[in-house]
């Protein structure tokens, strides 16, 4: 599965929109981590025991939003966006929106096969001379 966060692949056309697919999760803080993260606040710095639970939640909503993607049968994924919010006091939630899509490779177009190779001619001519 090809995602981006881009309009489109460079390599590929899209040659059908199937649908929206999305990703959804909600982690809660975990105790033992504000205890941390309070000590940190007073020192400054990292808290990387919320970097690290938004990482995982990140990444579990793009294997939702892959899971989603490949029962509607798309072949890539374009457009990504991540959103987060807090839902109450000590949940965070994650949602991955993006457009599903059928994709095809991009043929290269035969003129430019036939300048490549007259360019390389031409140096291969320029380097035995």
Excluded: P
Excluded at 3 to 30: C, M, P, W
Excluded at 40 to 56: D, S
Excluded at 65 to 78: C, F, P, Q, T
Excluded at 81 to 107: D, H, M, P, Q, Y
């Amino acid at each position: 599965m090809l995602v981006t966060t881009q309009d489109e692949f460079a390599d590929y056309t899209i040659v059908e929109t199937l649908s929206l697919v999305k990703g959804n999760t909600i982690r809660a803080r975990h105790v033992g981590k504000d205890i941390m993260a309070g000590l940190r606040n007073l020192v400054g710095g990292e808290i990387t025991e919320y970097t690290k639970m938004l990482a995982e939640a990140r990444e579990q909503s793009i294997d939702r939003m892959i899971k989603n993607a490949e029962e509607v049968g798309a072949d890539g994924i374009v457009c990504l966006r991540f959103t987060t919010s807090a839902v109450i006091a000590g949940f965070g939630r994650i949602t991955c929106l993006w457009n599903s899509s059928k994709i095809e490779k991009k043929e290269i177009d035969t003129i430019y096969v036939y300048l490549i190779k007259c360019v390389l001619n031409h140096r291969l001519s320029l380097i035995l001379l």
